[in-house]
């Protein structure tokens, strides 16, 4: 039994922390189905953005710009590489590290993500004009901004 948004209690619809997780959990599923059949996760097509964008780098680089934990990364990695996604040599500088590079194979896959993903965000997104979308992604970038900064500040 569904209930309508307007059925639930007033302050549980006015309360920030419980919208966003709400919306989360529709851009999870979102997310998911949009990469279902694909073979690939939230987590290949981080590392595979991450390399597009950034080029290549380390597998400790990579888990620090993701936020994926190690031994996530490594066997992200272990698929990526497994399926001529991704190349992982040793660095010519220090062969105690791994260096990672987005194949031509990886790249034509991660197109094909990156349009599966983009007709997820207009589902989701489809009550919002275009404008709106820019104004969601800057306030909801400035919160995670601010916490990532925060945390910084604790941890030094």
């Known amino acids: 039994m569904k209930i309508a948004h307007e059925d639930v209690p ?3 619809r006015s309360l920030p922390t419980r919208l966003i997780n709400q919306t989360a959990l529709l851009a999870d599923r979102a997310t998911e189905q949009a990469l279902a059949d694909t073979g690939s996760r939230r987590h290949h ?3 595979l953005t991450t390399l597009r964008e950034a080029g290549a780098a380390s597998q400790a680089e990579l888990g620090r710009r993701t936020k994926i934990d190690r031994s996530d990364m490594v066997a992200v990695l272990n698929d990526l590489v497994a399926r001529g996604l991704a190349d992982r040599s040793a660095d010519p500088d220090d062969r105690r590290r791994n260096i990672v590079t987005l194949t031509e194979a990886g790249g034509a896959h991660l197109d094909e993500l990156d349009r599966r993903l983009d007709r997820a965000q207009d589902e989701l997104l489809t009550a919002l004009s275009a404008p709106e979308r820019r104004t969601l992604v800057a306030l909801l970038t400035r919160i995670l901004d ?5 945390a910084d500040t604790r941890s030094s």
């Open 10 to 12: 007033g302050r549980l």
């Open 45 to 47: 097509y981080a590392v």
């Open 146 to 150: 601010a916490h990532t900064a925060a």
